[in-house]
């Protein structure tokens, strides 16, 4: 896997770049003025980050891994400390799939229902593999979604979930908190 130089990386013309960011070179970039990255940040190849006429911010301490598809035009929001495994993706605009409209890029909005809603992941969530997740969504604090889930409501703090669609599993434990304010100290 090779990455952006950081000369590269302040070429594409993002809105704000941290330090130590790592962007795979086969990572596709659209509307980067209205991509915001935080510091410690790596984006995996075949990655997707598409802000068209919304945006995406970027945390700090993020990791997305390979073939994540992040579609930002109501905006998408990923808090410090979160992460989201292989094939990740989340969606803050959706056609309507009922027939009831026309889909897809190609058509005009006039024939189109599109269901917009911005997507938040708060700090320390994570996110599974293959999982999907909808419009106007928020992932609470250190919320854990298990691989191959669609999410298609907000969750609780703290608590794990898992299936098509998300059911929250059991909650999760927080010892993560006690890491954070020791690798926090140690900067």
Partial sequence: MGFYSREQLEKIGFKSLGKNVLISDKTSIYSPENISIGNDVRVDDFSILSAGGGYINIGNHIHIAAFGAFFGGSGIVMEDFTTTSSRVCIYSI?????????????????YKKLEYGKVIIKKHSIIGSGTTILPGVTLEEGTSIGANSLVLKSTEPWGI???SPIKKLKDRKKDLLKLEKEFLGTK
């Fill in 161 to 163: 979930y898992a299936g």
């Fill in 94 to 110: 959706s056609d309507d799939y009922s027939g009831e409209t026309m889909t897809n890029p190609m058509i005009p909005e006039k």
